[in-house]
């Protein structure tokens, strides 16, 4: 169990090695010198010189690189290059709005997911299964930006019960997290369904049938407990979609979070802002994975005692 | 698990029946789901519908998709402007037009980058192993390891935001996928017979890879890239919108959609044609993903 884990938390660490040294060396190879991009072509040399020495880009790599994890370490994610301001204060000023709408988003999501996902595997081809596989089929083809601007023109237009934009109240959070679950939940209830549907094909399901269980329990006990190994390892990847959808759904909002930051920060090529919010959103993108991880080897004794 | 299991399969399968019997085998069951569908006739009609456009797009468009109209700006659909004018004046229905063929290069491009860069390094990693295949494969989790969006925006903050340098990026973080399809192709080929004979009649590692393995690790490819297709379109349009991708009057849905945010309240019908565009487009391809991988994994098929 111990040395599971451990293998698990080595892995989520080289995996995490690995992300920021891709982005520190696509950040640096960047065609173009972000410098002089940044000041424009009229900016002379002694300009970019005095900037490239405050910002530490004049330094060797290796150093620079060296630098990075020190700075990492103590959550010191530099200054910003457009505006001169500490990154790590807006970092955490934001993750708070992101945290709160993908928190809220995941648990609705996963409400829906898989509750529709059971239902519409045990009532294969009828009805419900049948609505559900349309509804979801649309679900995951509305791109985040038409779902929210279009529950946006419902709710906040023509029904004047949400905020259209920003983070003003509590109920400024209903419409961006419904969009963010919504999308997620479309996804989630197709693999929830194909999972399930796999399970109660095995001839375990038959023979629990067989020795006379009632439906129900062969569904929410056997099957389901059979089913959560997969279910759990879809719900960590979803995890990774709704960050992304996020991204979308904070610019459809106007909400104040990591994703807004982020894409300001991609146009005006703000380097250590967007720096800062990808080691954020794959960072809790991989400590999920990895909880995800501890979850099951909790449930599944055979991933245990390997 | 899907992935995977369809991945296997379709290389078994060419295997077991030829390429050519193969592409017969899924006509037939496209035939018979065309017959049985109402939603597969749909996305069918829609996608032809589609393919016209982008082919007769400058015959079709009523006017010039970037010609400013300031005495008509924002106006409602008419006989002059079909599905009316954003704030500037042009029409939509003509930017529409000339979308569909900016989106669908788009996600050609993309495809064709991913495909360029995948395909080589999944089909080495599967025929040599060993730590060539380690190496790659871990370089190709990395990049999978990023959540969804996250590395096409690294990406894209590295070259900065253009049309073109989106396709890039997206192809960019479409090429692991095809990575480890060849890969998985690479791995089953390699155990026949026919590549031990080629092996022992001499020929080099570099030209087996290239003149039998590969070959035979096609139609897989083929078969996933109208899904990855489909995410590509997709994630240009979110580009799009985002503004990280085509940048404003250039007609590309997704820029237009952002366009049309602005007026929202105002004047919805700028915000309603270029979304519903991407969203029936969007369902097309998702219906035709579903119809393929029906037909190609074999055990829903054994249930059915």
Redesign the interface.
């Given at each position: 169990m111990f040395k599971h884990i451990l293998s698990r938390v080595i892995r989520a660490v080289i995996?995490l090695v690995?992300?920021v040294s891709?982005?520190f060396i696509?950040?640096h190879?960047?065609?173009?010198d972000p410098v002089t991009?940044m000041l424009g072509a009229g900016a002379g040399p002694e300009k970019i010189k005095a900037m490239k020495h405050k910002y530490g880009l004049d330094k060797p790599l290796a150093y620079q690189y060296v630098d990075l994890w020190q700075r990492m370490i103590r959550a010191d994610f530099g200054i910003s290059w457009k505006t001169g301001t500490n990154v790590s204060q807006r970092l955490f000023r934001s993750i708070k709005y992101t945290l709160m709408l993908a928190s809220t988003a995941m648990v609705i999501a996963t409400a829906i997911g898989i509750l529709a996902g059971i239902v519409s595997a045990t009532k294969r081809d009828k009805l419900f299964d049948a609505t559900t596989r349309?509804i979801t089929?649309?679900g995951?083809?509305?791109?985040?930006?038409?779902l929210g601007?279009?529950l946006?023109?419902i709710f906040a237009?023509v029904v004047d019960w949400f905020p259209?934009s920003g983070a003003t109240s509590l109920k400024s959070l209903v419409l961006p997290a419904i969009t963010l679950s919504l999308w997620v939940a479309g996804s989630l209830t197709r693999l929830v369904r194909?999972?399930m549907?796999?399970v109660l094909?095995e001839d375990y399901i038959t023979g629990a049938r067989a020795k006379g269980f009632s439906e129900r329990f062969v569904v929410y006990k056997v099957a389901l407990k059979n089913a959560g190994v997969?279910i759990l390892t879809v719900l960590g990847l979803q995890?990774?979609?709704l960050?992304?959808?996020s991204?979308?759904t904070e610019?459809?909002f106007s909400w104040p979070g990591l994703g807004q930051l982020?894409?300001e920060?991609?146009?005006s090529?703000d380097?250590p802002v967007?720096q800062g919010c990808?080691l954020f959103?794959?960072g809790?993108?991989?400590v999920v994975n990895l909880l995800v991880d501890f979850i099951y080897s909790y449930i599944d004794p055979r991933i245990r005692y390997q | 698990m899907l992935t995977c299991s369809l991945t296997l399969f379709i290389p078994t399968l060419t295997l077991e029946l030829g390429t050519n019997s193969m592409f017969k085998f899924i006509t037939q069951a496209i035939k018979r789901s065309l017959r049985r569908s109402k939603l597969a006739r749909f996305s069918t009609g829609y996608l032809i519908l589609l393919l016209v456009i982008i082919i007769f797009g400058p015959y079709l468009a009523p006017s010039d998709p970037l010609a400013l109209d300031l005495e008509h700006t924002v106006q409602p659909p008419s006989m002059e402007y079909p599905f009316g004018t954003d704030g500037m004046g042009r029409c939509i229905l003509s930017r529409i037009i000339y979308g569909a063929r900016l989106t669908s290069l788009a996600g050609f491009v993309a495809i064709l980058v991913g495909m360029t860069v995948g395909i080589p390094l999944g089909l080495i990693s599967g025929y040599c192993r060993g730590k060539i295949d380690t190496v790659i494969m871990m370089g190709m989790e990395t990049l999978m390891g990023f959540p969804y969006l996250l590395l096409v925006i690294v990406l894209i903050t590295m070259l900065g935001p253009s049309l073109p340098n989106a396709m890039v990026a997206i192809g960019i973080w479409i090429m692991p996928y095809y990575t480890r399809l060849a890969r998985a192709s690479a791995l089953s080929i390699k155990e026949q017979e026919f590549i031990e004979a080629a092996r022992m009649s001499g020929e080099s590692n570099f030209s087996i890879i290239l003149r039998y393995i590969f070959p035979n690790s096609i139609s897989p490819i083929i078969v996933w890239s109208t899904i990855y297709y489909a995410r590509a379109i997709l994630m240009a349009a979110g580009l799009g919108f985002l503004g990280l991708g085509a940048q404003p009057p250039i007609p590309e849905w997704g820029a237009m959609t952002a366009i049309g945010r602005e007026y929202i309240f105002v004047a919805p019908h700028v915000l309603f044609f270029p979304s519903i565009i991407i969203l029936l487009t969007a369902l097309s391809f998702n219906i035709w993903g579903d119809l393929l991988r029906d037909i190609l994994d074999p055990r829903l098929r054994g249930m059915e």
């Open positions: 995996t690995l992300l891709f982005i696509a950040m190879y960047a065609p173009g991009t349309s089929l649309v995951i083809s509305l791109p985040t930006f038409v601007l279009g946006m023109y237009y259209s194909s999972a549907l796999d094909n997969t995890f990774g979609l960050l992304g959808g991204v979308i610019v459809v982020m894409v920060g991609v146009k090529r380097t967007v990808v959103f794959a809790g993108f991989i | -």
